[in-house]
């Protein structure tokens, strides 16, 4: 199926971290994207998971996208992949919608390592992000390249709920304005 569907896809959250973000292009836009993103989850019912590299170092999530309820997969690794706990907090059928940071290091080894598990995969451009724009382009025609859909913010929400009939489509329309 060519668009998201809600009742097969988690959101992944990988390393919006606080002592990274300063450093981030754009970093704001990032995070208010992926926050939509969250609490449109919340209202439709998606999981979500969350990665955190290094948090010794990087420090946790940062304030803004709240982990409380979701699984929060610490890592060592720049690809989640091998992270303890990662996989099995994926559901097997589930098309994979991921945000985060950096989008040339860590998002995009933990998506090609996705794709050569077979799984669906959706970048959210407006919700990841680099410390240069050269970079987070880059790493985006990259995943494309392999097979991961590029896609909004918008996007992602309004094909999770599909119609204007849907019960939550209010509260997901206000979420983008």
């Given amino acids: 199926m060519p668009t998201i569907d809600s009742?097969?896809?988690?959101?992944?959250?990988?390393?919006?971290?606080?002592?990274?973000?300063?450093?981030i292009a754009e970093a704001?836009?990032?995070?208010?994207?992926?926050?939509?993103?969250?609490?449109?989850?919340?209202?439709?019912?998606?999981?979500?998971?969350?990665?955190e590299q290094n948090p010794k170092g990087l420090g946790r999530t940062v304030a803004g996208l709240p982990t409380a309820g979701h699984p929060v997969i610490t890592k060592q690794t720049f690809d989640s992949l091998p992270a303890a706990g990662f996989l099995p907090a994926l559901a097997p059928a589930h098309a994979l919608v991921v945000v985060g940071c950096?989008?040339?290091?860590?998002?995009?080894?933990?998506v090609l390592g996705l794709l050569a598990r077979k799984r669906q995969v959706y970048v959210v451009r407006d919700a990841v992000g680099s410390r240069a724009a050269e970079s987070k382009e880059t790493a985006?025609?990259?995943?494309?390249?392999?097979?991961?859909?590029?896609?909004t913010t918008e996007m992602v929400l309004f094909e999770w709920v599909e119609s204007a009939e849907h019960p939550k489509f209010r509260d997901v329309a206000r979420l983008v304005k």
């Fill in 7 to 23: 009742k097969r896809s988690t959101l992944v959250v990988v390393d919006f971290q606080d002592r990274l973000m300063p450093a």
């Fill in 28 to 51: 704001e836009t990032a995070i208010a994207n992926a926050r939509r993103l969250l609490d449109g989850a919340a209202l439709i019912g998606i999981p979500v998971v969350f990665t």
């Fill in 102 to 110: 950096e989008a040339h290091v860590c998002v995009c080894q933990t």
């Fill in 140 to 151: 985006l025609r990259r995943m494309e390249r392999h097979g991961a859909e590029i896609v």
